[in-house]
């Protein structure tokens, strides 16, 4: 089991910036993914960015590609958002994920309580 904790949401005015954080407990030696994701009340969750855990490969949304920086550090098992030109419409709950398959690398096991981000216009 992976428990995961978000931290680090607010708000904020657009064009402004947030990093968003996520710690990672228990059994942290399965994960070979983390991921961000989003969600607004009434749509469906958002894929945001990826990282690999072993190497660092990052993949983003085309939606926050260039204002967004995923990165992590292994030793302290956390995985981080940096949210950089912030627009209203990056406005969601924000979720941390992590995958556990080296066959399905796009699939996750372990899903945090989520933070809140909130950017006014």
């Known amino acids: 089991q992976v428990q995961l904790v978000e931290s680090g949401g607010g708000l904020v005015q657009a064009g402004g910036s947030l990093r968003l954080s996520c710690a990672a407990s228990?059994?942290?030696?399965?994960?070979?993914?983390m991921g961000w994701f989003r969600q607004t009340p009434g749509k469906e969750r958002e894929f945001v960015a990826t990282?690999?855990?072993?190497?660092?490969?990052?993949f983003y949304a085309d939606s926050v590609k260039g204002r967004f920086t995923i990165s992590r550090d292994n030793a302290k098992n956390t995985v981080y958002l940096q949210m950089n030109s912030l627009k209203p419409e990056d406005t969601a709950v924000y979720y941390c994920?992590?995958?556990?398959?080296?066959?399905?690398?796009?699939?996750?096991?372990?899903w945090g309580q989520g933070t809140q981000v909130t950017v006014s216009s």
């Open positions: 990282i690999r855990w072993s190497g660092g490969n990052t």
């Open positions: 994920a992590v995958g556990t398959s080296y066959y399905r690398p796009n699939e996750y096991d372990y």
């Open positions: 228990g059994r942290t030696s399965s994960t070979v993914v």
